[in-house]
């Protein structure tokens, strides 16, 4: 319920920033602000899980192709009690993973290359554990919708700067280049915002519900010791809106001042909560 609430107000909140935006151009921007809003909804809760495994570029195996990979999903699918998602691995050299879907019947999980290359089957069940439990808490829909809004707003604040540049400057018309302008710098800034405070807290809970369907937080402590040293070895080109969807921050380590703005908690402490108490296996 909790998630259904935050994925609502996204879904709320996009809609009222592309109307917003919108209004900077009248009663007619209004309208087609909120026709857009509407429409990218729409799509964002339909389309979300194929638009994140488009842009990691991934391709779905069977468990002939990928038989470890398929059999301890499907052992902590069963545990955490959902369906079996569908599985993917990505090209990505960097070890790193994500789930995505609307709901646990329309989940898929994926894996960058990386992860297997440099992680041990042991410590992949932990950051698989962690999947899963995103998918369980249905909390992969609020990922994705907070991704879908991030690249809208990016989208259409930079339609909005634009306009003002060239075509804002008819008053006539209701357009109102200042704020324009205004909007398309601050209405990004808002998105990442609300994307941190949904993704920190949001990975704190899948580390723990991990640990429990494992029995223990060992499995995934190593696995995040050595995501962080590979997302700081091996850069990768992600879009900015994603990175809330990957265990670990795809675009920088959660060290020194930038942790501050990261869509992710510091690595050091989601290990540190890992390994201070003992896991019951649930």
């Excluded at 935006?21 to 602000?33: E, K, P």
């Excluded at 879908?148 to 259409?156: D, K, L, P, S």
């Excluded at 995934?220 to 040293?229: H, Q, S, V």
């Amino acid at each position: 319920m909790k998630n259904n609430v935050k994925t609502a107000m996204l879904l709320a909140g996009l809609g009222g920033l592309c109307m917003a935006i919108g209004s900077l151009w009248g009663q007619g921007g209004l309208v087609v602000g909120a026709i857009l809003g509407l429409g990218i909804t729409g799509f964002s809760y339909f389309m979300s899980d194929k638009l994140a495994i488009k842009s990691a570029r991934a391709q779905l195996v069977t468990a002939e192709e990928a038989p470890r990979y398929h059999q301890v999903v499907a052992e902590l699918s069963a545990r955490a009690g959902i369906p079996m998602p569908r599985l993917y691995i990505a090209p990505n050299p960097q070890p790193n993973a994500f789930a995505t879907g609307r709901n646990p019947a329309n989940a898929a999980v994926c894996i960058n290359q990386g992860l297997m290359d440099f992680l041990t089957w042991e410590e992949i069940s932990g950051v698989l554990a962690h999947e899963i439990s995103h998918v369980k808490s249905r909390d992969i829909l609020t990922q994705s919708v907070a991704a879908a809004i991030g690249q809208t707003i990016t989208f259409v604040a930079n339609m909005a700067m634009w306009g003002a540049m060239f075509g804002g400057g008819d008053r006539e018309r209701g357009a109102n280049p200042l704020g324009a302008l205004a909007m398309a710098i601050l209405a990004p800034v808002a998105a990442g915002i609300i994307q941190m405070a949904i993704s920190r807290s949001r990975e704190f809970e899948a580390d723990a519900s991990a640990a429990r369907l494992l029995g223990t937080g060992e499995p995934l402590a190593r696995a995040l010791e050595k995501l962080e040293l590979g997302t700081a070895r091996i850069p990768v080109a992600v879009n900015p809106s994603t990175e809330s969807a990957y265990i670990v921050n795809p675009l920088r380590g959660g060290r020194g001042m930038s942790s501050l703005f990261s869509t992710h908690p510091s690595t050091a402490d989601r290990i540190g909560r890992l390994r201070s108490q003992e896991w019951a296996a649930s």
